[in-house]
């Protein structure tokens, strides 16, 4: 969120308020009930590398194993994990999340 917003906003009037809030409602509304889309992604719970349509399990996978490999060259602890798990993104989150990680 863009800095100075709250500044903003404490300086409307009670309709101003009003109007703004009516807004943010409606779409709240909009976004909670915009269809999901399940997609694959592979983390390591700090660290996003990918997120992959649902048929792609495999390419998914693969990242994974690439990670896996990697990070077994640079860490001397015993903590290599790595997830691919299914999460779902709202359909108009879907392909900026794919053109993320597109490579």
């Known amino acids: 969120m863009r800095r100075g917003y709250k500044a903003e906003i404490e300086a409307l009037d009670m309709d101003d308020l009003h109007l703004i809030k009516n807004w943010t409602d409606a ?6 009930d915009e269809n999901k889309i ?8 700090m660290i996003n590398y990918g997120a992959f349509r649902i048929d792609q ?5 693969d990242i994974a194993c690439a990670v896996l490999q990697n990070k077994a060259k640079h860490l001397t602890n ?5 997830k691919v798990y299914q ?5 108009s989150e879907v392909q900026d999340m794919l053109d993320l990680w597109e490579g």
């Not at 399990?57 to 996978?61: C, D, M, N, R």
């Not at 999460?87 to 359909?91: A, D, G, V």
Request: proline share 0%.
């Open 78 to 82: 015993s903590n290599l994990e790595i």
């Open 57 to 61: 399990h495999g390419k998914a996978v």
């Open 38 to 45: 399940a997609l694959w992604v592979v983390s390591d719970d």
């Open 27 to 32: 779409t709240m509304k909009v976004r909670r």
């Open 87 to 91: 999460h779902n993104f709202r359909e």
